[in-house]
C-alpha cells in the first residue's frame, strides 16, 4: 500500500528566505504525486501535482516541486518566502484517482518578519 | 460560484448522539469525499461518490453513514457519536473520479464528548 512521510512536523524561515519542505512517499508504481496548502481555518487547495513527464513541476503561487525516483521524493520548494505562505502543507500520492490517494501528515510553516 | 460549502463549522455532541454533516457543492462535480483530518495523521478518506445514488467506503468508514440523491448535495451522518469521532471533517469534490483537482470545502469541527 502507498505511503507518504513529511519528515518535518514544524518549519520556521524568515520572509525573504528560500523554503524546501520534504515529502518521501512508498509506492509500487509511477506515482501520481500532490502539494496541497491548507490557510488556517480553510481547507485544502491544490499547489501543484505530477503525473509524468518533466520532473520539475511549477505550481501555484510561485512554489515548484521536483520528482526524484531514486529516492522516493518529492519536495516542494520556493525561493522566496512571504508572510502569506504560513499554512500548512500536505503531500499526498496515488494511482490517478481520488478514492485511492493518501496523505501526510503535513508540515506546519510559521514565516517570520 | 460558492464552490464547496459545509455546515456547521463547529459542533460539540454527547456520546451516543446522532448528527448530519452538510456538504454542498455548486460547481456540477461528479465526484465528491468526505475525508477526517486528525493531528499526526493526515487527511484520511470516509466515504466518497462517484455520482447522484452511487457510494462507496474509503478507509475509515466504520460509524458513518452517507447518501448521495442529488449531484449538489453529500450529507455524512453520524449514527451514534463516539469520542473516537472527535476531528475535523472535509468535504471535496472533483469534476470526476480520475480527476485529481479536488476542492476542498472550510472543513467542520466536531467535538464528541
Known amino acids: 500500500a502507498q505511503s507518504v512521510t513529511q519528515p518535518d512536523i514544524h518549519i520556521t524561515v524568515s520572509e525573504g528566505a528560500s523554503l524546501e519542505l520534504r515529502c518521501n512517499y512508498s509506492?509500487?508504481?509511477?506515482?501520481?504525486l500532490f502539494w496541497y496548502v491548507q490557510s488556517p481555518g480553510q481547507g485544502l487547495q491544490l499547489l501543484l501535482k505530477?503525473?509524468?513527464?518533466?520532473?520539475l513541476v511549477q505550481g501555484i503561487k510561485g512554489f515548484e516541486a521536483e520528482f526524484k525516483r531514486s529516492q522516493s521524493s518529492f519536495n516542494l520548494r520556493k525561493p522566496s518566502v512571504h508572510w502569506s505562505d504560513a499554512a500548512e502543507y500536505f503531500c499526498?500520492?496515488?494511482?490517478?484517482?481520488?478514492?485511492?490517494?493518501?496523505f501526510g501528515a503535513g508540515t506546519r510553516l510559521t514565516v517570520k518578519p | 460560484n460558492a464552490g464547496v460549502t459545509q455546515t456547521p463549522k463547529f459542533q460539540v455532541l454527547k456520546t451516543g448522539q446522532s448528527m448530519t454533516l452538510q456538504c454542498a457543492q455548486d460547481?456540477?462535480?461528479?465526484?465528491m469525499s468526505w475525508y477526517r483530518q486528525d493531528p499526526g495523521m493526515g487527511l484520511r478518506l470516509i466515504h466518497y461518490?462517484?455520482?447522484?445514488?452511487?457510494?462507496d467506503q474509503g478507509e475509515v468508514p466504520n460509524g458513518y453513514n452517507v447518501s448521495r440523491s442529488t449531484t449538489e448535495d453529500f450529507p455524512l451522518r453520524l449514527l451514534s457519536a463516539a469520542p473516537s469521532q472527535t476531528s475535523v471533517y472535509f468535504c471535496?469534490?472533483?469534476?470526476?473520479?480520475?480527476?485529481?483537482?479536488?476542492?476542498f470545502g472550510p472543513g467542520t469541527r466536531l467535538t464528541v464528548l
Open positions: 471535496a469534490s472533483s469534476r470526476s473520479y480520475e480527476d485529481n483537482e479536488q476542492f
Open positions: 509506492y509500487g508504481a509511477t506515482p501520481y
Open positions: 505530477y503525473f509524468s513527464g518533466d520532473t
Open positions: 499526498a500520492v496515488g494511482p490517478g484517482n481520488n478514492n485511492d490517494m493518501r
Open positions: 460547481m456540477n462535480h461528479e465526484y
Open positions: 461518490s462517484v455520482g447522484a445514488g452511487i457510494t
